[in-house]
Nanobody, 120 residues
Framework: QVQMVESGGGVGQAGGSLRLSCQGS????????IGWFRQAPGKEREFVASIRSSGSTPDYADAVKGRFTISRDKAKNTVYLQMNSLKAEDTAVYYC?????????????WGQGTQVTVSS
């Protein structure tokens, strides 16, 4: 079983920065790929970024590429989302999710979310 809790959300200014953390627990957390997703009011949940167990080949949505950086610290069972050059459209609830290394697996474990509000 994998559990996660997000933190680091809050109010940021356009052009500023925030860093989100996803603190994982469970013996297998470090073996899972971790993704960040976000959902704004009235919109569907969308993919933001992901990182593999090894930390290699991070993936980013076009909307955040070049501005956001995903990383993980396996010793701390934590995945980070560094958000730079914030835009108003980054306002959303951000969730981290875990995906099993099993072939064909989807994101089956989700945190509770943390609110990010960007003010201009």
């Amino acid at each position: 079983q994998v559990q996660m809790v997000e933190s680091g959300g809050g109010v940021g200014q356009a052009g500023g920065s925030l860093r989100l953390s996803c603190q994982g627990s469970g013996r297998t957390f470090s073996m899972y790929s971790i993704g960040w997703f976000r959902q704004a009011p009235g919109k569907e949940r969308e993919f933001v970024a992901s990182i593999r167990s090894s930390g290699s080949t991070p993936d980013y949505a076009d909307a955040v590429k070049g501005r956001f950086t995903i990383s993980r610290d396996k010793a701390k069972n934590t995945v980070y989302l560094q958000m730079n050059s914030l835009k108003a459209e980054d306002t959303a609830v951000y969730y981290c999710a875990a995906k099993s290394p099993v072939v064909g697996a989807s994101y089956g474990y989700w945190g509770q979310g943390t609110q990010v509000t960007v003010s201009s």
